[in-house]
């Protein structure tokens, strides 16, 4: 069983990665992380509450940061809606949250793991980057850090840059040169990483799981969700622990811009014409078939 801790800002996609990665027994989620990214903390945190209450799992949760370290903190609730996750009827939650920061909650983890770490983040790298630099010895048991965040291609707040790492460039910077194994899923695949008008339509036919994800996808952007699909940025990294191979990779150097028009904006020099050095594995392409037909039958077996 690989030992993972989720980062993450819920948010519509992460809820459904969530959902997928607490309940595949070939993973072990030794806790989660929330910050603030989609929605405040208190949101994200209520949210990652609800998930953990609807599987009823006792997996641990801790908050982490309400800020980025030097950015003014944006949300996204023009994507993801006021709380979140909105449009379905979560019981109010009484679950316990760790006392303490999440970035010291998870350093006791990995820790105290016999077994070395991922880390998974799926929101703005704010606890990740604390967690790295507060507690440099956590890294001798970090298998890998896998990040949704970043584009090749342009971005998704502005021309240029990805949310996640828009939100946090500073933390995103420390954590892709901490000197660990980082896999990184940008724009360039996750915006392909499409669920189709059938594939929601049918995954509303799976269960009270997937009848909750329904329900969420279908506040997803404002509801208008039967465009050419909907985008499961988050899920791109759970799916890679599972089947990697549905993803093509390139070893590459990444840099963030840290300020000014270009904040965020992630420059990858794919064609070595900067340095030989490489500081990420980068997904270039995903089998589009292979990963729909993945995430459903991951639904599928949910509740
Ligand atoms: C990322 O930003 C958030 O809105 C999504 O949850 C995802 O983590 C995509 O840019
Ligand atoms: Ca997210």
Same mark, same amino acid.
């Given at each position: ?9 819920? =948010?519509?996609?992460d809820?459904a ?5 607490l309940?595949?027994? &070939?993973?072990? /989620?030794l ?17 990652a509450?609800k998930?953990?209450d609807?599987f ?7 908050r982490g940061n309400?800020?980025?370290l030097?950015r003014?903190?944006?949300?996204a609730s023009?994507?993801?809606?006021? @709380?979140g996750?909105n449009?379905?009827?979560?019981p109010t ?8 920061h999440?970035?010291?909650a ?11 770490v991922?880390l998974i983040t ?6 990740a980057?604390?967690?790295l630099?507060?507690?440099p010895?956590?890294?001798?048991? +970090?298998e890998e850090?896998?990040?949704?965040? $970043?584009s090749?291609?342009?971005?998704n707040t502005?021309?240029?840059a !990805?949310?996640n790492?828009?939100?946090d460039?500073h ?7 901490? $000197?660990?194994?980082? @896999?990184?899923f =940008?724009? %360039? /695949?996750?915006?392909r990483?499409?669920?189709?008008k059938?594939?929601?339509?049918k995954?509303k036919?799976? =269960?009270?799981?997937?009848e909750?994800l329904?329900s969420l996808?279908?506040?997803?952007r404002g =509801?208008d969700i039967? $465009? ?6 988050d899920?791109?990294?759970i799916?890679?622990?599972l &089947?990697?191979?549905?993803f ?5 150097q990444?840099e ?8 965020g904006t992630t /420059?990858?020099?794919l064609?070595? %014409?900067?340095?030989?050095e490489?500081?990420v594995?980068l997904?270039v392409? +995903?089998?589009?078939?292979k990963? %729909?037909?993945w995430?459903?039958? !991951? ?5």
């Open positions: 069983k690989r030992k993972i801790i989720i980062d993450t800002d819920p =948010g519509i996609d809820a990665a969530l959902s997928i990665a309940n595949n027994p &070939e993973l072990e /989620v806790m989660l992380s929330t910050v603030a990214g989609n929605v405040n903390l208190d949101y994200t945190t209520e949210n509450k998930i953990l609807f009823e799992k006792d997996t641990p949760l801790a309400s800020l980025p030097l003014e903190y944006e949300d023009q994507f993801h809606g006021e @709380t996750m449009g379905y009827d979560f939650s009484e679950r316990h949250v760790l006392p303490q999440s970035a010291v998870m350093k006791e983890m990995i820790l105290k793991s016999k077994d070395k991922t799926i929101g703005p790298l704010t606890n980057a604390l967690l630099s507060m507690y010895e956590v890294k001798d048991k +970090i850090i896998v990040i949704m965040g $970043g090749t291609i342009g971005g502005n021309t240029a !990805e949310f790492i828009k939100v460039p933390a995103a910077q420390m954590v892709i040169n901490s $000197g660990l194994p980082v @896999t990184i =940008g724009l %360039r /695949v996750t915006t990483a499409l669920l189709s059938a594939d929601i339509e995954i036919e799976l =269960g009270e799981a997937g909750m329904h996808f279908s506040h997803y =509801g039967y $465009g050419p699909g909907l985008m499961m940025h899920i791109c990294t799916c890679y622990l &089947e990697p191979e549905i093509d990779y390139q070893e590459t990444l963030v811009a840290l300020d000014g028009p270009a904040a /420059v990858a020099d064609y070595s %014409r900067y340095t030989e490489k500081n594995k997904a392409d +995903i089998d589009q078939q990963f %729909r037909d995430v459903t039958a !991951e639904i599928s077996k949910l509740k």
